[in-house]
């Protein structure tokens, strides 16, 4: 005790070693957990795949598979396999593996039967319209998963949608309690940009399920679109909170980006954005997810450099750089990327543009080998292409060559008419029936 009253100031630094152990042990050990209760350690191993599947890790089908089959009650992994089973072109694989397991849960048996539905070749067949349906029906939906009957929902065709919601309206006037039905509701509100309607019903969600992250981050966007700072933060921060409570570190992720970039933009709270966006940038690479942590890095990019911190900003943007690249080498089929990126980009026009607005998809062949195939592009973009614009190398060479229009140098040509219906579907006009079309050529150009 005389040797501490004559050195106080080695106490400080053996309290300061004691810390800085802690804090390491608690970040070895403890790398997939969140501020409070415990990670299962079913769900530790769940996120130790998708940190692998992140990686590119060569046998991530096989260990996902061999997971699942440990852990039959593990939801997220059906929905996540089934993604991986597509993309790998393995979908019998996961077929045998989905018939072979039967979780004790219910509600887990709704995520395999949402997983199986994912599987289908064709998501405009009467086959998936009954399967959506059916999950949309189950007294057990929960708010993931009518997030997902929404954003399946077949865009040429809504007649079985509408049926949907019918059923979640009556389900609500039934059941108060019905989360699913009144996430659902909200959710497509949302896209509608009913604000007051989506707002009333997602509130109603979040009373609900206090613990289930969804609820907030749509009510985050509507509060962002609204201009409405601090409720926009109050219900991120309670969003993030409920992700963290069920351990869910892609949603944290999520939330915590929206919310940093947020405060920044919105707000101009370039410290707490900060913060938030840090708080991100870790989860991101705690996931080995190296496009939200290059999102991330840009975003502190902006930051750093509206603080006039140019050095940093450099550094960032470098960093940022270095992930794009990362990611972009780790892509061996980037028209799978490509195509989840117009998926993306289709969910958000659905979202934002007004309601009289229209998307029109329109396949381009470039190439001679086919890549991708017509019917994996609408699979995938739950859409029918206006028009498909054939591969004519030649065709297309010599009227570029000549300086008159493909149209009128070769009208005959399959890629012209093809041409002509895009044209037709942007002014909003029918294509004309093969007799009309015959007749209407005549008048135009005179008999042959």
Not at 250 to 279: F, H, K, M, N, P
């Amino acid at each position: 005790m005389k040797w501490l009253r004559t050195h106080p100031w080695m106490l400080l630094v053996s309290l300061g070693t004691l810390m800085a152990a802690a804090v390491g042990l608690y970040v070895h050990q403890g790398t997939w957990q969140t501020p409070g209760p415990a990670m299962e350690p079913a769900q530790a191993a769940y996120w130790q795949w998708v940190r692998s599947l992140n990686q590119g890790t060569a046998d991530v089908l096989a260990e996902g598979e061999d997971l699942l089959r440990e852990n039959p009650e593990l939801r997220l992994l059906y929905l996540r396999l089934a993604q991986v089973c597509r993309t790998a072109d393995a979908v019998a694989s996961c077929e045998r593996l989905f018939a072979d397991l039967t979780p004790e849960d219910p509600l887990t048996m709704l995520y395999r039967a949402a997983a199986q539905a994912l599987l289908l070749e064709d998501m405009t067949s009467d086959e998936a319209v009954v399967r959506w349906q059916t999950l949309a029906h189950a007294p057990d939906l929960d708010p993931t998963l009518a997030r997902l009957v929404v954003d399946q929902a077949p865009r040429e065709s809504t007649s079985w949608f509408e049926v949907t919601k019918g059923w979640w309206r009556y389900r609500l006037d039934e059941d108060s309690t019905a989360a699913g039905a009144a996430f659902g509701l909200g959710y497509v509100a949302m896209r509608r940009q009913a604000w007051d309607e989506a707002e009333a019903l997602l509130t109603q969600v979040t009373r609900l399920l206090p613990n289930d992250p969804h609820a907030y981050r749509e009510l985050g966007n509507l509060y962002h679109v609204t201009s409405q700072p601090a409720r926009f933060e109050a219900v991120l921060t309670a969003g993030i909170a409920a992700a963290r409570t069920q351990h869910d570190l892609e949603q944290e992720l999520i939330l915590s980006s929206t919310l940093g970039w947020g405060l920044a933009q919105r707000s101009g709270d370039l410290v707490r954005g900060e913060q938030r966006l840090r708080e991100a940038l870790a989860r991101s690479r705690t996931l080995s997810d190296v496009v939200t942590e290059g999102q991330s890095l840009y975003r502190l990019a902006w930051i750093s450099h509206a603080q006039h911190r140019y050095d940093e900003t450099r550094v960032l943007l470098d960093a940022a750089t270095a992930c794009y690249e990362k990611s972009s080498r780790r892509r061996s089929h980037p028209e799978i990327a490509a195509l989840r990126g117009m998926s993306l980009l289709m969910a958000f026009l659905a979202e934002t543009t007004p309601l009289q607005a229209r998307t029109l998809l329109v396949i381009n062949h470039v190439f001679p080998k086919e890549l991708l195939k017509t019917r994996d592009v609408e699979n995938l973009l739950r859409a029918k292409p206006a028009a498909e614009v054939p591969y004519t190398e030649v065709e297309i060479h010599r009227s570029v060559n000549e300086g008159v229009p493909l149209v009128m140098a070769r009208p005959a040509s399959a890629a012209a008419a093809a041409m002509r219906r895009l044209a037709q579907a942007v002014i909003g006009i029918e294509a004309p029936t093969g007799a009309t079309a015959k007749k209407e050529r005549r008048g135009l150009f005179g008999r042959r």
